[in-house]
T-cell receptor, first 117, second 110 residues
Framework: NAGVTQTPKFQVLKTGQSMTLQCAQD?????MYWYRQDPGMGLRLIYY???????DKGEVPDGYNVSRLKKQNFLLGLESAAPSQTSVYFC????????????????FGNGTRLTVT | QKEVEQDPGPLSVPEGAIVSLNCTYS??????FMWYRQYSRKGPELLMY????GNKEDGRFTAQVDKSSKYISLFIRDSQPSDSATYLC??????????FGKGTHLIIQP
């Protein structure tokens, strides 16, 4: 049972380069999320997708874009990487979107460690 | 002020001790509460989930919520070195979805 799979596991970019982080889930979850985790800052939501074809900004969306063309996949793009985007990126999914009375727990992947030099 | 506050630690205790991990939250709209465990270089994994005030027990783990004081606790009995990890509390039910604390780093000394 794979759960949430993130690729690549590690990546080093030079400032200005672009890349796409990939996330796939096999739990038939409706909602997917991208977080970044930095020392002393905790998990911060970048973007989320309540359902296939929809996306919304989270707490720290600047410098990122996302795509949810298929229910099982959620892509995070960095158009022009900056050193401030050095972080560990986690993808997560849940059966329902986390709002109001919906209380579906999040299931996380094991992260992509990105360094921008 | 963050909506979910957690002491970052590290908290170091000897093997076999009872561990108490705590969070406070400020948003009265929060209705459900979770604890995640995160091992080094891994993603967070759901450990406990509770929807109301009171206690919920699962093996050596007990989650406790006091909505009147907005206080969340996780107790670990008979702690093991394998419990060494970062523990994240999370609260949800408001308009913005799930809010995470920054995590407490726990070290169980053999």
């Amino acid at each position: 049972n794979a759960g949430v799979t993130q690729t690549p596991k590690f990546q080093v970019l030079k400032t200005g380069q672009s890349m796409t982080l990939q996330c796939a889930q096999d739990m038939n979850h409706n909602s997917m999320y991208w977080y970044r985790q930095d020392p002393g800052m905790g998990l911060r939501l970048i973007y989320y997708s309540a359902s296939e074809g929809t996306t919304d900004k989270g707490e720290v969306p600047d410098g990122y874009n996302v795509s949810r063309l298929k229910k099982q996949n959620f892509l995070l793009g960095l158009e022009s990487a900056a050193p401030s985007q050095t972080s560990v990126y986690f993808c997560a999914s849940s059966y329902l979107r986390q709002t109001g009375g919906n209380n579906s727990p999040l299931h996380f992947g094991n992260g992509t460690r990105l360094t921008v030099t | 002020q963050k909506e979910v506050e957690q002491d970052p630690g590290p908290l170091s205790v000897p093997e076999g001790a009872i561990v108490s991990l705590n969070c406070t939250y400020s948003n009265s709209a929060f209705q459900y509460f979770m604890w995640y465990r995160q091992y080094s270089r891994k993603g967070p994994e759901l450990l406990m989930y509770t929807y109301s005030s009171g206690n919920k027990e699962d093996g050596r783990f007990t989650a406790q919520v006091d909505k009147s004081s907005k206080y969340i606790s996780l107790f670990i009995r008979d702690s093991q070195p394998s419990d060494s990890a970062t523990y994240l509390c999370a609260s949800g039910g408001g308009a913005d979805g799930l809010t995470f604390g920054k995590g407490t780093h726990l070290i169980i000394q053999p």
